[in-house]
């Protein structure tokens, strides 16, 4: 395969940059080369530093890297970003103006009419947008990012169905783990034995994202999808996985074994973090289950039961997704994978 392609870390000592550092510690393309994050861990190695929350060890052949301010040149090709929001959309473009290949996991850019909004077994075309970014044709530059970890968990989801069938109307509560407030988090006194029913701006990017996801790409732009999307969000006392009950209406009647058997139409991308299986369906009211299902596909696998009649809308379904890989950090290096072997990046 020759040399590995060189990448740093954007915010490496938070929740996102310790899963992507363990996820890519022995990944076939990549080699993690740069570490970066605030002025007050520049200059330090990463294992003094950082506070290491990943049940696996820091990978040997990064432990002793030091880690660089957030405005430093950086001796990679793809950058991968784990800032919190309050400073990731001036730092990705400073590094996408400068010649470096931006994946973030940040919110800023996402909704931006030039930059793509990916999950590659649903929208893979929508990553042409690169080649119409400013950056990209003066330096070479570019951002892509992924959604919000609860988007991608309903979209794979619904995106069958709305290839197949179309959609109407969507309705979705869900339950989310508390990883996905990254680390601290929320103290042990709001969360054990109890349901917050609030998580900031979750509501919202449930009910856009989708549609740019969804959407066409025509002419350098994306008309989005036209359907009705309400989403509820609550943070629950689950560690790991976002799991959600989603009602749906559709364009054109199906059967139950139409809407099952359209799941298989997501197929996998042969890419190093591709699961076999991108949504696994379990006839089973039972499942899934953030206990039995977590790991599914290495991560990467939503999983999905009890499809049923819906006393409002068509149909209603219960999903989940591990939301620090498939929702973050693992959808984030599928897209740079993706780049890759596409030729974004050589």
Known sequence: MGDKIKIGILGCTGAVGQKLISLLGNHPLFEVTELAASDNSAGLKYSERVNWKEASDIPESIKDLKIKKCSDELGAKILFSGLDSGVAGEIEDFYAS???????????????????????????????????????????????????CSTVVMALTLFP???????????????QAVSGAG????????????????????EEKMQT???????ELSSGKIDFADFRI??????????????MSISFETNKKASRDEIIGSFNDLEKLNLPSSPEIVIKYFDN????????????????TVSAGNL???????????SFGHNTIRGAAGAAILNAEYLVKNKFVK
Request: charged share 20%; net charge positive.
């Open 230 to 243: 309400s989403a509820s969000c609550n943070r629950v006392p689950v560690r790991e996985g976002h799991t």
């Open 183 to 202: 680390y601290p988090g929320i103290p042990s006194m709001d969360i054990l034995g109890n349901v917050v029913p609030h998580i900031k701006d979750e």
């Open 308 to 318: 049923r009649k819906c006393g409002v809308l068509d149909w209603k379904i219960n």
């Open 161 to 175: 169905v709305y290839k197949n069938f179309g959609l109407k109307k969507v309705i979705v509560t869900t339950m």
């Open 98 to 148: 400068n010649g470096y290949a931006v994946v973030s996991n940040s919110k800023n850019h996402r909704m931006r009419t030039d930059v793509p909004l990916i999950i590659p077994e649903v929208n893979e075309s929508h990553f042409e947008l690169i080649k119409y970014q400013d950056s990209y044709n003066k330096s070479g530059g570019f951002i892509v990012t992924n959604p919000n």
């Open 209 to 215: 994202e989708p549609l740019k996801i969804f959407g």
């Open 285 to 300: 009211p039972f499942r899934p289950q953030p206990l039995l299902d977590l790991n599914s596909g290495a991560g990467m």
